[in-house]
């Protein structure tokens, strides 16, 4: 009977060191001339969907509008460094910025501050929140790997999650949809007055918010039903594809 050693040599703390910063490990074998052209197209047309949604979540959160373009861009730098897939992309969401803003105006209205400290509030709350998350949580399961508990995570559970998000969203945003003026509601029962105060001053309706609100649904959702139904009927590209190997009927361009 043998027994084995746990060895710490120059090798073990590198591969440790990798895994916990991924960067580490693909950066030095990144070809510019062959992957550069495959990444940079897709980070534009992400870059162009990030602006005008982090400007959305700053309205959500109730906060200036370029503090949500630092949210997104901050975050993304972090990714890069630790980031365990290419898929994800990282930064603010419409649940989290709801929270914010209650936090916020309840906080505001304790302190007396007017609107103009909403941001030194928030900076607050998000910097006392991180802190509690790097120290306790976060650090803690990126150490361990414990990335594959949200596996167990049940189906139900999530599209109940999505269901309500969507929904409470939808809500916050009506007024500007319609264009109306009224209070936010915060509290028990938010949800149904935040209606009520809809239908009481739906006659108020600013006609062209309404018509450019229709007009940009008109072209989004049509447009990601088609990419949804694209991206069901397309077969995944290996990497040595080239550039007229075929998704489904698609090309696959560029080639990864």
Known sequence: MTLEVCKCNHQTIITFFCRLFPVLDWLPRY???TQFLGD??????VGTVAIPQSISYS????QDLIYGIYTNFFCNI????MATSRHNFIGSFGVLCLIIRQSVNRHLQLAGYNDGRAATVALSLS???GLYQVRMFTILLGVLQLGFVAVYRSEPLLSGFVTSSSLTIITSQMKYLLGLKIPCREGVGSFILMWLDLFRYIQNTNICDLLTSLIALAIIVP???LNDRCSATSLTCGSSAGWTQLCGRQPCWPPR
Do not use: N
């Open 31 to 33: 070809d510019v001339r």
């Open 40 to 45: 940079g197209v897709p980070g534009l047309l």
């Open 59 to 62: 309205l959500l959160a109730s």
């Open 78 to 81: 972090i990714y890069v460094a």
């Open 127 to 129: 910097f006392l929140v």
């Open 223 to 225: 447009v990601k039903e």
